[in-house]
């Protein structure tokens, strides 16, 4: 079997820094935030400023193509960085599909049925969306066709559980509510809160 995803996610890593100041410590008395993600320069750039406003959500800074939210930036009540250390956040299932169901997979001597989420992509100048069926087993979603590999194979990613649309950061206002959420993320994040003090 070759490298897995290999072509699929480009990896070259560089080093970011961030850092947070308690108000304490500074002139205004209010904290400070400083979040430098060191991502190479590419054209088109990969960063775009987004401003999010309606509803819950008023938030502004800045994102990447296909990011629902904002990666880096503030709202109202408090502020975020974030930056990615190359962890190893990632892991490959090699699955063994039932000959008699290819929808099912083997866990632990027994077959087990796999979730299968339609995913309905409506594609601009197309009059009928593409639909791709994923099949989703107790590791991961099979991404044996990006791969380039027959053999089916799942990602278990450790933000895989916490879904963008369920995020609270971007809405918080509540600097703790924030924290606990952003610890379920493979990401190193920082937060200042509009409150004098880091809470």
Not at 13 to 42: I, K, R
Not at 151 to 161: E, F, H, T
Request: glycine fraction near 8%.
């Amino acid at each position: 079997m070759r490298a897995p995803l290999a072509g699929v996610i480009p990896l070259n890593p560089s080093a970011s820094n961030q850092w947070v100041v308690d108000g304490a410590h500074s002139a205004t008395g209010q904290p400070l935030l400083a979040n430098d993600t060191h991502m190479s320069v590419a054209m088109p750039a990969l960063w775009y400023q987004v401003h999010l406003s309606g509803g819950r959500y008023q938030e502004a800074g800045v994102s990447l193509p296909g990011i629902p939210g904002v990666v880096v930036g503030h709202n109202e009540h408090i502020a975020w960085g974030m930056t990615t250390g190359w962890q190893d956040a990632q892991d490959l299932y090699v699955e063994k599909a039932n000959p008699a169901n290819p929808r099912e997979f083997e866990f632990r001597g027994q077959w087990e049925k796999a979730e299968i989420v339609r995913e309905v992509i409506l594609v601009k100048g197309r009059s009928a969306p593409v639909v791709e069926e994923v099949l989703i087993t107790r590791h991961g979603p099979i991404i044996s066709k990006l791969a380039g590999e027959e053999q089916p194979l799942a990602l278990r990613w450790s933000d895989s559980a916490t879904p963008s649309s369920q995020n609270p950061r971007n809405s918080s206002s509540r600097t703790r509510r924030s924290r606990a959420s952003m610890n379920r993320l493979w990401i190193s994040a920082v937060i200042a809160s509009a409150s004098p003090r880091l809470k």
